[in-house]
Every structure is written in C-alpha cells, then in structure tokens.
C-alpha cells in the first residue's frame, strides 16, 4: 500500500474483553514496531519485528500484550483482559531495509484503544 | 539507559515568530538524532534528523544541530506559520538498539 495502514481506527472495549488492532506496513518494508503513546506521555516502545529473525519483544508491559508477524506483511498486536490502564493510541511503524533503508520510520495513523 | 527529554508544551506563537523547542538526551553511544511531527488527524512523519555530532537537519525551514558537548538537539525555525500547528517529537536511535526513543512530545499551537 501507499503509506501504512492500521485498523480500527478507534476501538471501545469493556475491561476484561481481548482486543486484536492490525498493522498493515508499506510494502516491501522488512521492519515492523509498535508503539504506545498514552495522553501526556511519549512514545513507549512495545515490539520491533524484522524479517525472519526472532523479534524483541523487551518492550511488551505485561504477559497480556502479545503480537505476531507473518514474514513481512500484516501484523496483529493483540491485548487479552483488558485493563482501563490499557487505554492508548497503539501505533505502527515500518521501515526499509538494505537501499531503501534512510532510517526513517514510517508511521501509521493510530488505533485509539478505550477500556471503560 | 536511553532517554529523550523535552520542554513541556503547549507552545503558543503568533505568526513569523521566533520558535525554539528545546530537547536533551541521554544516550550510552553515539545516537542518530531526529524530530518527527504529528499533524492534527495524521500519523507521525520525519521533519529532520542529524546521524552524527555537529551535523545539521534541516527540513521546511527548521533547524536542529547535534550538539554532543550538551547532548542537546533543538528544534528551531525563524518565523512559523499557522500551518507548523502540530505535535513535535524529538527521538534518537542509539547504536546497538533498533528502537527508536522517544520524547514526550511539545504541542505547538501558531496563532494568526
């Protein structure tokens, strides 16, 4: 696609309920991170994917929060038992690699998650 | 570890006003440095970076020079516009790590 596509847009949830938001990142990228920015916080780094290789997970808050990554396309990010100290905008970024590699990320618009 | 420090905002300007966003680092290398801004209803996009000490990015008319003496990046542009109204974050990546790290980010507000 042209630019990165993430999915819902916005997402209400009760506490307790699983949420699953998608990343679909540029084609052809091989890196793929989520972030987290909570209001009046910075962007807290969750899980950075890349290519085939293991992905670092070091960010990832609690055992409730898992994602995954087939090769180099679509991502899920998923959160079981949602808490209300869940509520974020969760966003994905992509990355070239090799010649397209400027080290720049390549962010989406956001999935805005509300725990009531 | 790594951290990104950066003055509070909202920052509110008139027009063709003087802007400085002031940002600090902490870094156990030598980081790239970068600033990427969030439009209202937009992601975050790359407004400029600078991969080592001295270099300047510059992008639409804004300045940050690395500074490693005061490990210091700050973002400035010498008359903003209404349409600068954005969200500025200022980020390094540090050698070894591929995360990026993040500031809290400074709301710019430009009034006509």
């Known amino acids: 696609g042209a630019g990165v596509s993430q999915s819902p847009s916005n997402k209400v949830t009760e506490k307790g309920k699983d949420v699953e938001l998608r990343c679909d990142p540029i084609?052809?990228?091989?890196?793929l991170y989520w972030y987290r920015q909570s209001l009046g916080q910075g962007l807290e780094f969750l899980i950075y994917?890349?290519?085939?290789?293991?992905?670092?997970k070091s960010g990832l808050p609690s055992d409730r929060f898992s994602a995954e990554r087939t090769g180099e396309s679509v991502s899920t990010l998923t959160i079981q038992r949602t808490q209300q100290e869940d509520s974020a905008v969760y966003l994905c970024?992509?990355?070239?690699?090799?010649?397209?590699?400027?080290?720049?990320?390549?962010f989406g618009e956001g999935s805005r998650l509300t725990v009531l | 570890g790594n951290s990104v420090t950066q003055m509070e905002g909202p920052v509110t300007l008139s027009e063709e006003a003087f802007l400085t966003i002031n940002c600090t680092y902490t870094?156990?290398?030598?980081?790239?440095l970068f600033w990427y801004v969030q439009y209202p209803g937009e992601g975050l996009q790359l407004l400029l970076k600078?991969?080592?000490?001295?270099d300047k990015g510059s992008n639409k008319g804004f300045e940050a020079t690395y500074r490693k003496e005061t490990t210091s990046f700050h973002l400035e542009k010498g008359s903003v516009q209404v349409s600068d109204s954005a969200v500025y974050f200022c980020?390094?990546?540090?050698?070894?790590?591929?995360?990026?790290?993040f500031g809290s980010g400074t709301r710019l507000q430009v009034q006509p």
């Open positions: 980020a390094l990546k540090d050698t070894g790590r591929r995360a990026l790290t």
């Open positions: 084609s052809g990228h091989t890196a």
């Open positions: 600078a991969t080592k000490a001295d």
């Open positions: 994917f890349q290519g085939n290789s293991a992905p670092d």
């Open positions: 870094a156990t290398g030598y980081p790239s």
């Open positions: 970024a992509s990355r070239g690699d090799g010649l397209t590699n400027t080290g720049e990320l390549f």
